[in-house]
């Protein structure tokens, strides 16, 4: 049973990042009215980054977070190309950020908190 979570994890993950793929690579536009830009960026890698650490749950969230802002300058770097119409941003790239560490700091202090836990039980 746990596999199979485990699989729909990733396959909702993989799914998420060819949403977010895209919609930042589609020419355009990247909001509609009365939608901000930056706020659908955070809100992107906020999701991104809680759907990540559920389907690798292993990998320690600096590693996630690592990677998943690599995702967000290969996309604004994409932006760039004259086929997509867009334009790079380095506030999207914050925006971005923001979100993956709104999402992944507190796994990453529980995750320390656990460590200094474990090895204070060991040496008591």
Known sequence: MRRRILLAHRLLFWFLVAFTLANALRPGPSAGPGLNDKLLHFLAFYV???????????LHPVWIGAALLGLGIAIEILQMAPLIGRSASFLDLLADLAGIAAALVPAAVHSWRARVASKDDRTA
């Open 48 to 58: 991104l980054s809680l759907s990540a650490a559920c389907a690798a749950p292993r």
